[in-house]
């Protein structure tokens, strides 16, 4: 099945110190281009955030306004590709491979979205395949979306989770880098 992804990559990075999470490197790869590589088979990708450096060509946008969130982030992603079915996810996943991708794109079904849950069970909604008219039903649906929790406003979305596994492990702490396997899932 086709899909655009949106990469979401604007976050300030608080508990990473202030350094930009998206260009820290991990085996080589910096956080960013693992998260691109696992989406390399998109129609289309946008990346929502400053523009940097990347491994491949892909769209850049920023939300409106900046620093408005992960909601105001997906909003302004949607506004690229066309593709029925979005791969959202956020560039601190540094664990999501190519396969990860095509299993939550082909596992849709009759579902609205697709995703990964962590090691610890936690359910990702920024690391998910979702039909492009449901994601952006649920975006439209609050309003401005500027500071709006992404729970709150996919919550009405009907969502397939994965068995917990590493790559929906996404990385908020240097500490979450040293030992992903047993870090404590964040809230």
């Known amino acids: 099945m086709r899909y655009d992804a949106v990469v979401l990559a604007g976050g300030a990075s608080r508990r990473f110190g202030g350094v930009d999470k998206a260009t820290v490197v991990l085996e080589g790869v910096s956080l960013l281009d693992r998260v691109l590589r696992a989406t390399e088979s998109a129609v289309s990708t946008v990346v929502v955030g400053p523009v940097r450096e990347t491994c491949r060509v892909v769209e850049w946008t920023q939300e409106n306004p900046p620093a408005g969130g992960p909601v105001a982030g997906v909003a302004a992603g949607l506004l690229f590709g066309a593709a029925p079915v979005v791969v959202l996810v956020s560039c601190d996943l540094p664990w999501l491979t190519a396969g990860d991708v095509a299993g939550l794109v082909d596992g849709i079904g009759e579902y609205d979205g697709h995703g990964l849950r962590d090691v610890g069970g936690r359910e990702q909604p920024l690391a998910a395949a979702y039909r492009r008219e449901a994601l952006a039903a649920a975006v439209l649906a609050v309003g401005d979306p500027r ?41």
């Open 147 to 187: 500071d709006q929790s992404v729970r709150r406003t996919f919550a009405g979305l009907k969502m397939l989770w994965s068995e917990p596994t590493r790559a929906g492990r996404d990385v908020d702490t240097w500490a979450d880098l040293d030992d992903p396997e047993t870090a404590a899932p964040t809230e």
